[in-house]
């Protein structure tokens, strides 16, 4: 190459290389500082696996949780969903209670075989699966039987899940009619778990009588402790259900140990058979307790229903009536015997 060639071969070069590098300085001003690389890598999906994505039950949680991640539970096998069974009447409970039409959608189902998550998915409720392998949920379960036992434990087990994962809960049995908002009952003054009574002894804060067919539960360290200690007496408590290896746990200091401050709620506000509210300006819920088989609560609950239809659509949910609680009626007014 000439002298004068090369000359010329740097001119265009150099034209060539200038604005290139006037751009880098001008990109190199206008690049955000400690932007992460991993932005872009994020952008054009070269790696995504930094993102943990959330399982099932935590999707389903947060979908359905108030924005103080609270929210209602209820179990759910076959023997409910049937045709004008007990989940038709406790969604039909919601719809006429006051106030509590707007709670389903802070209701989670947890179905415990696959006909009931499929009525729950078509009835377009919030549903989880909960799947235990080598164990038959579908059909109904009688108290104190083996198949009852089973299934009360695994409902523990998964609830102590629940607290893990930060979720307070209200946990409700499917026999237990809500007629009114419960949460405006619930106390604040610093309870961990607060829970229905067969029988109130007027003592909040001293009552071996509490149900686990209803209550709230604040998610906290102890209220956790509780939970697993809860299920680990699963294994050295035969002939028991989980509720009364939770009143042995308290009788032998549990909760004292555990620090946990737990309220029993009183019967004239959170009701059941066993015990049943007088009075209709209080009574909140109805729980079919100390009564057995499916008919006979069936029977029963909806007779309450019945008399609080009548009452609140006469007008008189705010005065003393002598159409509550309900006459007639196979467990209601016949608590010495089991049906």
Not at 50 to 69: F, H, Q, S, Y
Not at 210 to 229: Q, R, S
Request: net charge neutral; aromatic share 12%.
């Amino acid at each position: 190459m000439s002298f004068s060639g090369a000359i010329a071969y740097r001119a265009t070069a150099s034209i060539v290389v200038a604005p290139l590098l006037v751009l880098v300085v001008i990109y190199a001003c206008l690049w955000p500082l400690g932007l992460p690389t991993t932005f872009f890598r994020l952008q054009h999906g070269a790696n995504t696996t930094e993102i943990t994505p959330k399982d099932e039950l935590e999707a389903a949680l947060e979908g359905v949780a108030m924005e103080n991640r609270t929210l209602i539970i209820a179990i759910l096998n076959k023997a409910y969903v049937e045709q004008n069974a007990m989940l038709d009447l406790f969604l039909q409970s919601l719809g006429e209670g006051e106030d509590t039409e707007f709670l389903v959608d802070h209701l989670l189902f947890v179905a415990v075989d696959q006909r009931a998550f499929n009525r729950c998915r078509t009835l377009e409720l919030h549903c989880y699966n909960l799947v235990t392998e080598g164990v038959d949920f579908s059909k109904e379960v009688f108290y104190m039987s083996d198949a009852f036992n089973n299934m009360m434990w695994r409902r523990t087990l998964f609830l102590g899940d629940v607290l893990r994962r930060g979720y307070s809960f209200i946990f409700t049995d499917m026999d237990v009619m809500w007629l009114r908002n419960p949460f405006s009952q619930l106390h604040r003054d610093g309870e961990d778990l607060q829970m229905s009574s067969d029988c109130y002894s007027c003592n909040p804060f001293d009552n071996s009588f509490f149900n686990t067919g209803f209550y709230f539960v604040t998610a906290n360290n102890k209220t956790i402790a509780l939970f697993d200690e809860w299920y680990a007496w699963r294994n050295n408590s035969k002939g028991m259900k989980d509720q009364d290896v939770l009143q042995k746990m308290k009788r032998e200091g549990a909760f004292t140990r555990l620090g946990l401050k737990v309220r029993a709620l009183e019967t004239s506000y959170f009701s059941g058979f066993c015990q049943m509210s007088q009075d209709l300006r209080k009574v909140i819920t109805v729980h079919a307790n100390c009564c057995a088989s499916m008919k006979a609560k069936l029977i029963d609950l909806r007779s309450v229903l019945q008399a609080w239809k009548v009452n609140n659509w006469n007008g008189t949910s705010n005065a003393t009536t002598t159409a509550w609680p309900p006459v007639k009626g196979i467990c209601l007014h016949n608590t010495t015997k089991k049906h």
